[in-house]
């Protein structure tokens, strides 16, 4: 997964308001050959920092300012006492306005240029200058045998601003994509860092703003902002007189057969993250196991909706959807939630079922699709899902008049007004089943202790993320319940419980 700081900043931008702050930026009076020069400057020093002991550089380098970068970052190197060479792809001679003036100093410092081939070789720290956050369309020849070269170089790679081939709205591989094992981005962080296949080929995230002004771009408009502990929402700590009353009555509604183990794990959450009570229907079979796994739940088996209708009166939110199946018995549940006026949150077939059309999801509800579950949802594909998954968050927030989380590799917070949270924690040991209702019953707790809906899925997002990450390292094998302790543990780091 990328490695961030956290002192990276919040905002996140698309390409276009990436345009409007550099330009602003020249406008206020810094020329842009002085902000090429400090990009330049920002890469070469991460770059050292990496890879102490390098002493050759092969800068591969385009035709915009990104290419402009590349030829300072190679004159650094060269007054540096590197071995240095510039491989172009394409005419130098299409270079204009500053990254012709880099060029042109790259000419002057005598640092070899050379036209890039198939067969020009690649040696020591490759440097990614190709393509920058304009790029929209696939890429073409020769850049795309180009990057392809990169990739299968086995050498070390530093990306300038982002990843050639890298969608800076989307995090989609537009074709290829630079795998770097560095990035330096400079000004504005960029959505697409963080999302879609943007960990598969950011490496190690450095940001520099290039002493941007902050007033410059404060009314710039953000596409989304990045979770981090400085940002969260957090849950109201509690009085010495606190008593279970306060902190709400979840019930989570699901375990068709077959499926008991889903409830039960958003049950357990539910209970470890601070719900005052909890109560669990699901098939009656799966009642001595909950019992034992979850005693202090309170478990009715429900072989009906009619069984529902008392309990739905004394509660205060639903979870609705684990191991909740697309039979009848799932379906009659489902409809009975669905008449019910409290918050919820709708997970697995209970999304299945609302893309079917068979029922209507009430209002302030929390949705928690996969790609796959968010592409039935609004009746495309999940590749369509997933080539654009800030627009698909927001449309479906928007569909549904609902906070959506769509999940996957920087999942996605999205609020129907166009709020959009993004949370780029994670580990791949987290590519197991189970996570999910885990997730879903930590938001229904935190919705249940009085969160506003963004904010409990928000929080609950970035907690779970987090304790992924933690309990990831150690290796494959991670397993949903693995994560609950993580989860109440970064919970009470997070948000003490006591005042």
Same mark, same amino acid.
């Given at each position: #997964?990328?490695?961030?700081?956290?002192?990276?900043?919040?905002?996140?931008?698309?390409?276009?308001?990436?345009?409007? &702050?550099?330009?602003?930026?020249?406008?206020?009076?810094?020329?842009?050959?002085?902000?090429?020069?400090?990009?330049?400057?920002?890469?070469?020093?991460?770059?050292?920092? /990496?890879?102490?002991?390098?002493?050759?550089?092969?800068?591969?380098?385009?035709?915009?300012?990104?290419?402009?970068?590349?030829?300072? +970052?190679?004159?650094?190197?060269?007054?540096?006492?590197?071995?240095?060479?510039?491989?172009?792809?394409?005419?130098?001679?299409?270079?204009?306005?500053?990254?012709?003036?880099?060029?042109?100093?790259?000419?002057?410092?005598?640092?070899?240029?050379?036209?890039?081939?198939?067969?020009?070789?690649?040696?020591?720290?490759?440097?990614?200058? &190709?393509?920058?956050?304009?790029?929209?369309?696939?890429?073409?020849?020769?850049?795309?045998?180009?990057?392809?070269?990169?990739?299968?170089?086995?050498?070390?790679?530093?990306?300038?601003?982002?990843?050639?081939?890298?969608?800076?709205?989307?995090?989609?591989?537009?074709?290829?994509?630079?795998?770097?094992?560095?990035?330096?981005?400079?000004?504005?962080?960029?959505?697409?860092?963080?999302?879609?296949?943007?960990?598969?080929?950011?490496?190690?995230?450095?940001?520099?703003?290039?002493?941007?002004? @902050?007033? +410059?771009?404060?009314?710039?408009?953000?596409?989304?902002?990045?979770?981090?502990?400085?940002? &969260?929402?957090?849950? @109201?700590?509690?009085?010495?007189?606190?008593?279970?009353?306060?902190?709400?009555?979840?019930?989570?509604?699901?375990?068709?057969?077959?499926?008991?183990?889903?409830?039960?794990?958003?049950? /357990?959450? @539910? &209970?470890?993250?601070?719900?005052? #009570?909890?109560?669990?229907?699901?098939?009656?079979?799966?009642?001595?196991?909950?019992?034992?796994?979850?005693?202090?739940?309170?478990?009715?088996?429900?072989?009906?909706?009619?069984?529902?209708?008392?309990?739905?009166?004394?509660?205060?939110?639903?979870?609705?959807?684990?191991?909740?199946?697309?039979a009848s018995w799932g379906c009659a549940l489902l409809s009975a939630a669905a008449n019910a006026p409290l918050p919820q949150v709708w997970d697995a077939d209970a999304l299945n079922l609302l893309a079917s059309g068979f029922v209507q999801l009430p209002k302030d509800c929390v949705i928690t699709p996969h790609? $796959?579950?968010?592409?039935?949802?609004?009746?495309?594909?999940?590749?369509?899902?997933?080539?654009?998954?800030?627009?698909?968050?927001?449309?479906?927030?928007?569909?549904?008049?609902?906070?959506?989380?769509?999940?996957?590799?920087?999942?996605?917070?999205?609020?129907?007004?166009?709020?959009?949270?993004?949370?780029? /924690?994670?580990?791949?040991?987290?590519?197991?089943?189970?996570?999910?209702?885990?997730?879903?019953?930590? +938001?229904?707790?935190?919705?249940?202790?009085?969160?506003?809906?963004?904010?409990?899925?928000?929080?609950?997002?970035?907690?779970?993320?987090?304790?992924?990450?933690?309990?990831?390292?150690?290796?494959? $094998?991670?397993?949903?319940?693995?994560?609950?302790?993580?989860?109440?543990?970064?919970?009470?780091? /997070?948000?003490?419980?006591?005042?």
């Amino acid at each position: #997964m990328p490695q961030t700081k956290d002192e990276l900043p919040d905002a996140l931008y698309g390409a276009v308001q990436l345009r409007e &702050l550099d330009a602003r930026l020249i406008a206020a009076g810094t020329p842009g050959f002085e902000l090429m020069q400090r990009a330049a400057r920002a890469t070469w020093r991460a770059l050292v920092r /990496q890879w102490p002991d390098a002493n050759e550089l092969t800068v591969l380098a385009g035709h915009g300012n990104n290419a402009g970068d590349g030829y300072l +970052i190679a004159v650094l190197a060269l007054r540096a006492g590197w071995a240095v060479r510039v491989l172009a792809v394409g005419d130098p001679q299409r270079l204009q306005g500053d990254a012709a003036l880099a060029h042109a100093e790259a000419l002057a410092a005598g640092v070899a240029l050379q036209h890039w081939t198939d067969d020009s070789e690649l040696r020591g720290v490759l440097v990614d200058a &190709l393509l920058g956050t304009g790029l929209s369309g696939e890429v073409r020849e020769p850049y795309a045998a180009a990057i392809n070269s990169i990739n299968t170089s086995g050498l070390p790679v530093t990306a300038v601003d982002i990843p050639s081939g890298l969608c800076a709205d989307t995090g989609r591989t537009l074709g290829v994509a630079v795998q770097a094992d560095l990035t330096v981005t400079f000004i504005g962080l960029k959505v697409g860092l963080f999302t879609g296949d943007a960990a598969d080929h950011i490496g190690e995230l450095v940001f520099n703003d290039l002493q941007a002004c @902050a007033d +410059i771009c404060s009314d710039i408009a953000v596409r989304a902002r990045r979770l981090n502990p400085a940002n &969260l929402p957090r849950p @109201a700590p509690r009085a010495p007189t606190a008593h279970k009353g306060r902190f709400g009555h979840v019930l989570l509604i699901g375990g068709d057969h077959g499926f008991g183990g889903a409830i039960l794990l958003s049950t /357990q959450m @539910a &209970l470890r993250s601070g719900a005052g #009570m909890v109560s669990l229907a699901t098939r009656p079979e799966h009642v001595p196991a909950a019992l034992t796994r979850v005693p202090e739940a309170m478990a009715l088996g429900t072989s009906s909706a009619n069984q529902l209708m008392g309990l739905l009166e004394k509660v205060s939110t639903l979870v609705v959807g684990p191991g909740l199946g697309q039979a009848s018995w799932g379906c009659a549940l489902l409809s009975a939630a669905a008449n019910a006026p409290l918050p919820q949150v709708w997970d697995a077939d209970a999304l299945n079922l609302l893309a079917s059309g068979f029922v209507q999801l009430p209002k302030d509800c929390v949705i928690t699709p996969h790609p $796959g579950e968010a592409a039935r949802l609004l009746g495309i594909g999940t590749t369509e899902v997933q080539a654009d998954r800030p627009t698909a968050a927001l449309e479906l927030s928007r569909k549904y008049t609902a906070v959506v989380v769509l999940k996957g590799a920087g999942s996605l917070i999205a609020h129907p007004d166009g709020r959009l949270a993004l949370c780029h /924690q994670g580990h791949p040991a987290m590519a197991t089943g189970g996570l999910g209702d885990v997730l879903a019953g930590l +938001i229904g707790a935190l919705l249940a202790q009085g969160m506003q809906a963004f904010d409990a899925a928000s929080l609950a997002v970035w907690l779970h993320a987090n304790a992924g990450l933690q309990q990831g390292k150690f290796g494959r $094998g991670l397993a949903a319940s693995d994560l609950i302790p993580a989860i109440r543990q970064l919970l009470e780091e /997070q948000a003490p419980c006591l005042k």
